[in-house]
């Protein structure tokens, strides 16, 4: 009995061993199918990079609430007008009976215009994430708490898909971003929801200001409260794997350069191509470049330590620190990609990259019917 017991042990240590491996193999796999798009990217925007002219006006807005200005009586009235966008935010809120094991996901608003004295600071406190359904399972709930728990005051904002599409389809984008239409043709057709919920996130935090993270990140043992200064303009933490702004995690005050640029770069990228990369032309790609446009300049896109930036074209500024201890990535470890797929949703790396979605020999530009492709500052970085 005793020879059974031990050859019974050895063999569960050998299973986990073996599983072990191939988890780490997978994940070494992902990071360095993640570090080659990202030379890719670097590559074409070394050899192909032009300035953004300071004549471009990327801040049209008429309100003045939304300027950026540092004395405290504007920064009142951007917590107020910004609370004012969250309670009328289009959202699917319709409860729905959730599959056994998942848990109904309901916006929390934790403030209103009555109470301004919460809302004097530039990025306004709420949280938007996204995903197919309302209906999560445990671990993503989960994570979406520690949110509220690490941000006492924090609003929450969920858009299912059915709530993104009613939101980017909207004809208000049509001065800013002419070429929205186009795009979501193309990724619809294409059937890459995963490149529509890239451009959601940065037009929704454009519009009003907020934080975005994605449902797989968690805040890490030093993030808090105070982590977001209340005179931060945007807040970025550094990918460890690229050395770029993270594009999983952000917050920015209303109308922040960085993400109308990424919404511009998202845009042609697609436009331009006859098929689909996420990570490299609506992501990280595309939030780099973003960058890059703000900065006015290729210098400073690639960072270690804490780095306070400011625009030569308009003064806006960006802080960015390390991730290390702020957030906690890939909470979920190796069972990621089963719980994307209980939800009917896809891992970021199950998307990686197909050729021709619209036709052999056809581009995004030709299959929507236009006689050209746009001519754009965007295209060809």
């Known amino acids: ?15 986990v061993s073996v599983f072990n491996f191939g988890l780490g193999i997978r994940q070494y796999v992902e990071r360095n199918t993640m570090r080659q798009i990202m030379d890719d990217v670097n590559a074409v925007a070394g050899q192909a990079y032009f300035a953004v002219q300071s004549s471009f006006n990327y801040t049209t807005a008429v309100d ?5 200005a540092h004395n405290h009586q504007v920064k009142e009235e951007v917590g107020e007008n910004m609370a004012s966008h969250i309670i009328a935010t289009k959202t699917n809120t319709t409860r729905i009976s959730c599959p056994e094991g998942q848990f109904f996901m309901e916006d929390r608003v934790a403030y209103t215009n009555d109470q301004p004295d919460k809302q004097r600071r530039l990025i306004p406190n709420v949280l938007y994430q996204t995903s197919k359904s309302r209906c999560l399972t445990n671990p993503f709930k989960t994570g979406i708490e520690s949110w509220r728990e690490a941000i006492p005051g924090l609003s929450n904002i969920f858009h299912d898909d059915e709530a993104m599409d009613e939101l980017l389809n909207d004809s208000k984008w049509e001065n800013d971003f002419p070429n929205l239409k186009y795009f979501l043709q193309c990724v619809n057709h294409a059937d890459m929801p995963v490149m529509k919920a890239d451009v959601w996130r940065y037009l929704i935090v454009w519009e009003n200001g907020g934080i975005y993270s994605d449902l797989d990140n968690r805040p890490g043992v030093s993030f808090s409260n105070l982590t977001i ?3 931060d303009d945007a807040f970025f933490t550094i990918d460890g794997t690229t ?16 993400l109308y640029h990424a919404v511009h770069f998202a845009i042609a990228n697609v436009l331009s191509r006859h098929g689909t990369q996420p990570p490299k032309h609506t992501g990280p790609g595309a939030i780099k470049n973003g960058h890059m446009a703000f900065l006015n300049s290729t210098d400073g896109i690639y960072l270690k330590q804490t780095t306070i930036q400011t625009s030569s074209i308009d003064g806006r500024r ?3 620190e390390p991730e290390g201890g702020l957030l906690q990535r890939d909470y979920l470890e190796g069972i990621k990609r089963s719980t994307y797929h209980d939800m009917g949703m896809k891992h970021y790396n199950e998307n990686m990259k197909r050729s021709w979605r619209y036709g052999q020999g056809k581009y995004c530009w030709q299959f929507v019917g236009l006689p050209s492709l ?7 970085v």
């Not at 702004?245 to 960085?258: D, E, G, K, N, V």
């Not at 746009?374 to 060809?380: E, M």
């Open 1 to 15: 009995h005793h020879r059974y017991a031990l050859i019974f042990a050895l063999l569960i240590i050998i299973g």
């Open 64 to 68: 003045q609430t939304i300027e950026i």
């Open 229 to 231: 200064r209340e005179d």
């Open 243 to 258: 050395r770029t702004i993270s594009q999983y995690f952000f917050a920015a005050s209303p109308r922040h350069p960085i």
């Open 318 to 320: 960006v802080r960015i």
């Open 374 to 380: 746009p001519t754009s500052r965007y295209i060809g």
